[in-house]
């Protein structure tokens, strides 16, 4: 982080210093006490379970320099009305002061982790670079994730989600974008956004935030996606098969990973990513595009995508037991688009045994949400899954559309007493489900086994 005394926080934020006004905080800020760097930033958060201002002693002593704090304590900090708001100032103010910085913001229904872990690793070959971590996407992670910049840091990936219109729009005032990717507008969340429509209106908002000096980075194969390039001044650079930077000759290996030619103007390169599913050939295509517009050749860019590891946990982590069972944490998230993709993944490597899909509720899909599940058993069934595990009643209707092939238990445990009994040398098992359900205990418990 650029250094900052208590005296220019209280400036940026509007807020009151106590205690010694020249203190300087030169390390990142963290709203947990267990993760503060050395002179590092404690923003506390006063919550509906837990208040931050509770823990300023654990993050003094753990390093902290000082505290961004709602109400006064024992330490230097700064008073200020909302933390939360007052973050984001500060970030932004960080981020004016950073113009060799470039600040990439990427969004879409799905996807965003897993092509920001993508879109890292082959920046990181371009130069310092520094990304979200996990999902940290919204007004608390977005700023966490400005303040861990340092002086060499010349690529700011910002994983950044919306939940409603609006909220893209905030985001970006906090970490205005020169490079704004667009994956995809899909169903996730239809329940909050009520319709694709809205979701590409929200989506959208990224691309709007672009000066005319900026890039977006949009899917050529979205229709909702591609007519963002009306939305903007910026120069646009599409992906996809259909896309400026073009993706073609797609097959999967034995291992269900990705091989695949990029190509951009009169370059090409026959590349692969090392991650489990299709999928994650359109997300190297979206990271590529990304090279492109900061000057990479696309040789480069393959080689970087060939090199990419799991950067995320619970998503299509593959481990392969001592006995020969292969389990595939998937459990992060979920949603119809990112659930099918995952079940395609799992017939392409599963055809050396059985295989087995555990599946829970996804959520936050309103109207939908019955058909939607539904679609998925019927999906597992034509793609010839052995078995389909659902797992609590919001997943009864994946049981439905699976027919024959449906498992369905009341819960975690149950699905793994089930799996236990069963599994044998050479089948796959895939964990899925909303972050609701946490089934990525059944995956753990698989692999304690």
């Given at each position: 982080m650029i250094g900052l005394s208590l005296r220019e926080i209280a400036d940026i934020t509007g807020g009151e210093v106590h205690g010694d006004e020249g203190v300087v905080v030169r390390?990142?800020?963290?709203?947990?006490?267990?993760?503060?760097?050395?002179?590092?930033?404690?923003?506390?958060?006063?919550?509906?379970?837990?208040?931050?201002?509770?823990?300023?002693?654990?993050?003094?002593?753990?390093?902290?320099?000082?505290?961004?704090?709602t109400r006064a304590v024992a330490a230097p900090c700064v008073v200020v009305d909302d933390a939360t708001v007052a973050l984001g100032k500060i970030a932004r103010a960080v981020i004016d002061r950073r113009t060799d910085i470039r600040v990439i913001g990427i969004t879409g229904s799905q996807g965003k982790t897993s092509a920001k872990d993508l879109l890292a690793e082959v920046l990181a070959a371009a130069g310092p670079t520094i990304a979200s971590v996990g999902n940290s996407n919204n007004e608390l992670g977005v700023p966490l994730t400005v303040l861990r910049i340092e002086p060499s840091t010349r690529y700011l990936i910002l994983e950044m989600g919306s939940r409603g219109?609006?909220?893209?729009?905030?985001?970006?005032?906090?970490?205005?974008?020169?490079?704004?990717?667009v994956l995809n507008?899909?169903?996730?969340?239809?329940?909050?956004?009520?319709?694709?429509?809205?979701?590409?209106?929200?989506?959208?908002?990224?691309?709007?935030?672009?000066?005319?000096?900026?890039?977006a980075i949009?899917?050529?194969?979205?229709?909702?996606?591609?007519?963002?390039a009306a939305q903007t001044d910026a120069r646009?650079?599409?992906?996809?098969?259909?896309?400026?930077?073009?993706?073609?000759?797609?097959?999967?290996?034995?291992?269900?990973?990705?091989?695949?030619?990029?190509?951009?103007?009169?370059?090409?390169?026959a590349t692969s990513v090392p991650?489990?599913?299709?999928?994650?050939?359109?997300?190297?295509?979206?990271?590529?595009?990304?090279?492109?517009?900061?000057?990479?050749?696309?040789?480069d860019i393959g080689s970087a995508l060939q090199g990419a590891t799991i950067q995320s946990p619970m998503r299509m982590s593959r481990t392969v037991r001592a006995d020969g069972v292969v389990v595939i944490n998937d459990a992060y998230n979920a949603n119809p688009d990112s659930m099918a993709a995952a079940l395609r993944a799992l017939a392409a490597v599963g055809s050396k045994g059985r295989t087995y899909?555990?599946?829970?509720?996804?959520?936050?899909?309103?109207?939908?949400?019955?058909?939607?599940?539904?679609q998925i058993g019927e999906l597992a069934a034509d793609l010839g899954i052995s078995c389909v595990v659902t797992v609590g009643e919001g997943a009864s209707g994946i049981a439905e559309g699976a027919g024959l092939r449906a498992h369905h238990v009341t819960d975690a445990e149950a699905a793994v007493a089930f799996l236990a009994e069963r599994l044998r040398p050479s089948d796959v098992v895939i964990v899925k489900a909303s972050r609701g359900d946490r089934l990525e205990r059944v995956a753990d418990a698989l692999l304690d086994r």
């Open positions: 390390g990142a800020a963290s709203v947990d006490s267990r993760t503060i760097e050395p002179d590092g930033l404690f923003v506390a958060i006063a919550g509906e379970r837990v208040d931050g201002h509770d823990f300023v002693p654990q993050a003094m002593a753990a390093g902290a320099a000082a505290v961004l704090a219109i609006g909220h893209l729009a905030t985001l970006c005032e906090i970490a205005p974008p020169d490079i704004a990717v507008v899909g169903v996730a969340h239809m329940g909050e956004f009520g319709s694709a429509r809205n979701i590409a209106i929200a989506k959208s908002e990224l691309v709007e935030a672009l000066t005319s000096e900026g890039t949009l899917n050529a194969d979205d229709e909702h996606v591609s007519a963002m646009v650079i599409t992906f996809g098969e259909a896309g400026d930077v073009g993706l073609s000759g797609l097959r999967l290996d034995d291992d269900g990973q990705p091989q695949f030619t990029l190509a951009y103007g009169d370059q090409s390169v991650h489990l599913g299709a999928h994650h050939a359109l997300n190297a295509a979206a990271a590529a595009a990304v090279g492109v517009a900061v000057g990479m050749t696309v040789a899909a555990v599946l829970g509720e996804m959520l936050e899909l309103g109207e939908a949400s019955a058909a939607a599940h539904r």
